[in-house]
C-alpha cells in the first residue's frame, strides 16, 4: 500500500491523491506511527524509573510504579521520598519555589504533600490489582514557614479492606509543626 506522498509507479498519484476520500481520511492526513504496546510500555517504564529514582523512591517498589511515575505534580512540587510503607510514608518538599503571594508555603502544597503520601501508603496496602482512591482530605494549618524544606510523616490510623485513613504531619527544618492533615482512600 502507498502512502499519501509515495508517487506510484511512473509517477502516478498515489490512490489517496487521486481519490481524497480513499480509505476514509483526506489526501492531506498522515496515520501516525504506531508503536509495539510493549515497546511503547517499555520506554514509559524506562522513562518513569529515572523519575522514581531521582524522587527518592525505593527501588523495591520500582516495578510497582515503574508504568505510572509518581505523577508530574509531584515532580513539579520537589517532593522527595525518604521511607515510603503502607504504615508509614515520609518524604519533604521545598518551600521554594512552593510559595504563595506572601511569600509562605501556600496552604495548598502542605495538601499536596499530605494527600501525596497518603495515597502511596494507601496504594501500598491495596497491592497489586487493587486501586486506592482519595475520597476525603483535610488540613489544619499551624504556622507558616518562608525557607527551608518541609518533611511531611504519614501514619496509618486505620488500613481496612475497603477503606484507608492516614493522618500526615508537615514540620519545618526545627521539628516545628506547620500543619495536620488527614486522608481517607477508598481500596477497590
Given at each position: 500500500?502507498?502512502?499519501?506522498?509515495?508517487?506510484?509507479?511512473?509517477?502516478?498519484?498515489?490512490?489517496?491523491?487521486?481519490?481524497?476520500?480513499?480509505?476514509?481520511?483526506?489526501?492531506?492526513?498522515?496515520?501516525a506511527?504506531?508503536?509495539?504496546?510493549?515497546?511503547?510500555?517499555?520506554?514509559?517504564?524506562?522513562?518513569?524509573?529515572?523519575?522514581?529514582s531521582?524522587?527518592?523512591?525505593?527501588?523495591?517498589?520500582?516495578d510497582?510504579l515503574?508504568?505510572?511515575?509518581?505523577?508530574?505534580?509531584?515532580?513539579?512540587?520537589?517532593?522527595r521520598?525518604?521511607?515510603?510503607?503502607p504504615?508509614r510514608?515520609?518524604?519533604?518538599?521545598?518551600v521554594e519555589?512552593?510559595?504563595?503571594?506572601?511569600g509562605?508555603?501556600?496552604?495548598?502544597a502542605?495538601?499536596v504533600?499530605?494527600?501525596?503520601?497518603?495515597?502511596?501508603?494507601?496504594?501500598?496496602h491495596?497491592?497489586?490489582?487493587?486501586?486506592?482512591?482519595?475520597?476525603?482530605?483535610?488540613?489544619?494549618h499551624?504556622?507558616?514557614?518562608?525557607?527551608?524544606?518541609?518533611?511531611?510523616t504519614?501514619?496509618a490510623?486505620?488500613l481496612?479492606?475497603?477503606?484507608?485513613?492516614?493522618?500526615?504531619?508537615?514540620t519545618?527544618?526545627?521539628?516545628?509543626?506547620?500543619s495536620?492533615?488527614r486522608?481517607t482512600?477508598?481500596?477497590?
Amino acid at each position: 500500500m502507498m502512502d499519501n506522498f509515495t508517487p506510484g509507479p511512473a509517477g502516478e498519484a498515489s490512490p489517496t491523491e487521486a481519490d481524497p476520500t480513499a480509505e476514509g481520511r483526506s489526501a492531506v492526513e498522515t496515520p501516525a506511527p504506531v508503536e509495539a504496546p510493549a515497546a511503547a510500555e517499555a520506554a514509559a517504564a524506562a522513562d518513569f524509573r529515572e523519575e522514581l529514582s531521582a524522587a527518592g523512591v525505593p527501588e523495591h517498589l520500582h516495578d510497582w510504579l515503574a508504568v505510572y511515575g509518581i505523577g508530574a505534580l509531584v515532580v513539579k512540587m520537589g517532593i522527595r521520598f525518604l521511607e515510603m510503607s503502607p504504615e508509614r510514608c515520609v518524604a519533604t518538599m521545598p518551600v521554594e519555589g512552593n510559595t504563595q503571594v506572601a511569600g509562605i508555603l501556600h496552604g495548598g502544597a502542605h495538601v499536596v504533600l499530605a494527600e501525596t503520601l497518603g495515597s502511596f501508603a494507601a496504594g501500598m496496602h491495596a497491592g497489586p490489582g487493587r486501586q486506592a482512591l482519595g475520597i476525603e482530605v483535610g488540613a489544619t494549618h499551624h504556622r507558616a514557614v518562608s525557607a527551608g524544606t518541609v518533611t511531611g510523616t504519614c501514619t496509618a490510623i486505620h488500613l481496612g479492606r475497603t477503606l484507608t485513613t492516614h493522618e500526615i504531619v508537615m514540620t519545618d527544618d526545627q521539628g516545628r509543626r506547620l500543619s495536620t492533615a488527614r486522608i481517607t482512600n477508598l481500596i477497590r
